[in-house]
Structures are given as structure tokens and as C-alpha cells.
T-cell receptor, first 113, second 112 residues
Framework: SQWGEENLQALSIQEGEDVTMNCSYK?????VQWYRQKSGKGPAQLIL?????REKRSGRLRATLDTSSQSSSLSITGTLATDTAVYFC?????????????FGAGTQLIVIP | EAAVTQSPRNKVTVTGGNVTLSCRQT?????MYWYRQDTGHGLRLIHY???????QIGDVPDGYKATRTTQEDFFLLLELASPSQTSLYFC???????????FGSGTRLLVI
């Protein structure tokens, strides 16, 4: 995919640790969204960050957006076993009037209790 | 509670078979989408719509038709199913097409 180009990878960490997942793009985007998908469920939107924002926080989550390097990150502080999931970033095409999302392959996060 | 509901949850069909996947949203969203999810490819957009009667082609439309009959209902049709269409299908809705996406729980389709 041209957008949200993080490769599917797996991260395994201990509960309580902090983790950061990264995402990069080949073209300009207006909005980046981060999603979490637990086993057997559909993706659930976690956080949305717009191109005029550098950082967005929501509870233990922190998203950043660097339009100069066309990259975004999602950090989770004090991870819990329940944070185990696949995390996707998705971007919206600047030229898209219909707000099509383009998803990356995702990062499989495993938090060991 | 606003939601996106997909049916069936699981489906098995034979090659050449006819399959319809259903999606209903109660979010009052204008936009609805069909994605497929396969290992190594993430979520790929098949078709989408911004209102009843409207249809737009996504990134992987071959072999699929879709129909948006009402604001709430969006259907994905596989008229001659092939094994390559074995996948996990998600429906989603959104407001203004660029925020507040809500996904359904998915339909797992197996074509044998």
C-alpha cells in the first residue's frame, strides 16, 4: 500500500513497560488514525491526529505526527495484558473528497503478564 | 448504542457459489465501506458508498459487487465465489468520511 506503510511486525513486552509503534507514509496526509484490533473483533479507533497537530493524548496513549518526515507514532505507557492486540495506523488521502482510509499492515503487540 | 452489525458471522460456500454479506449501521453515518483483511495485506478497500444508491470502487473490487439500499444497509455480493475470496470481511461506517470510523465484527468467508 502507498499509505500507512508500516510492515506487519510483532512486539513482545512485559506488562508495565512502555512501547512505541511507528508508521510512515509516501505522500502527504491530512489525518492519521490509530486502531486496535483484538482477536476475533473488528478494528476499534483509538486516536485521531490531524496534520496541524504534532501530538495527541488519550489516557495512556500518545500519538505523534511529523508531516516533514511523513511519519506517525503511537506510544502506550504502562502496558497491560489487555493491550495485547494488532495496532494499525491509517491515513486519509489529502486529495480524497470521500475520506478514504489507507491502512498499514499493522503491528502485533503481545503484552506478557 | 450506535453500531455496525454484520451478518452472517461465518459463511462457507463452494467455488462458483453466490454469497451476500450484509451490513447495517445505526450511526446515522453517510459513508459505508467494505474491506477485506488478509494476512500480510492488512485491510483493503473493496467498495464504498456515501449514501443510498451511491457506489464507489475501492482498491480491490474485482469479483465483488455492492449495493447500498438505504442509509443503514450496505451489501457485498460475490456472484461467482472463488477460493481467492476466502477472507475476513469488515464493514465500516463513518461521518463525513474522515473521522469517527466504526467497524463491524467481521464475516469470515471460506470458499472451498
Amino acid at each position: 500500500s502507498q499509505w500507512g506503510e508500516e510492515n506487519l511486525q510483532a512486539l513482545s513486552i512485559q506488562e508495565g513497560e512502555d512501547v512505541t509503534m511507528n508508521c510512515s507514509y509516501k505522500t502527504y496526509t491530512t489525518v492519521v488514525q490509530w486502531y486496535r484490533q483484538k482477536s476475533g473483533k473488528g478494528p476499534a479507533q483509538l486516536i485521531l491526529i490531524r496534520s496541524n497537530e504534532r501530538e495527541k493524548r488519550s489516557g495512556r496513549l500518545r500519538a505523534t505526527l511529523d508531516t516533514s518526515s511523513q511519519s506517525s507514532s503511537l506510544s502506550i505507557t504502562g502496558t497491560l495484558a489487555t493491550d495485547t492486540a494488532v495496532y494499525f495506523c491509517a491515513s486519509i488521502d489529502r486529495g480524497s473528497a470521500l475520506g478514504r482510509l489507507h491502512f498499514g499492515a499493522g503491528t502485533q503487540l503481545i503484552v506478557i503478564p | 448504542e450506535a453500531a455496525v452489525t454484520q451478518s452472517p458471522r461465518n459463511k462457507v460456500t463452494v467455488t462458483g457459489g453466490n454469497v451476500t454479506l450484509s451490513c447495517r449501521q445505526t450511526n446515522s453515518h453517510n459513508y459505508m465501506y467494505w474491506y477485506r483483511q488478509d494476512t500480510g495485506h492488512g485491510l483493503r478497500l473493496i467498495h464504498y458508498s456515501y449514501g443510498a444508491g451511491n457506489l464507489q470502487i475501492g482498491d480491490v473490487p474485482d469479483g465483488y459487487k455492492a449495493t447500498r439500499t438505504t442509509q443503514e444497509d450496505f451489501f457485498l455480493l460475490l456472484e461467482l465465489a472463488s477460493p481467492s475470496q476466502t477472507s475476513l470481511y469488515f464493514c465500516a461506517s463513518s461521518d463525513l468520511g474522515n473521522s469517527d470510523y466504526t467497524f463491524g465484527s467481521g464475516t469470515r468467508l471460506l470458499v472451498i
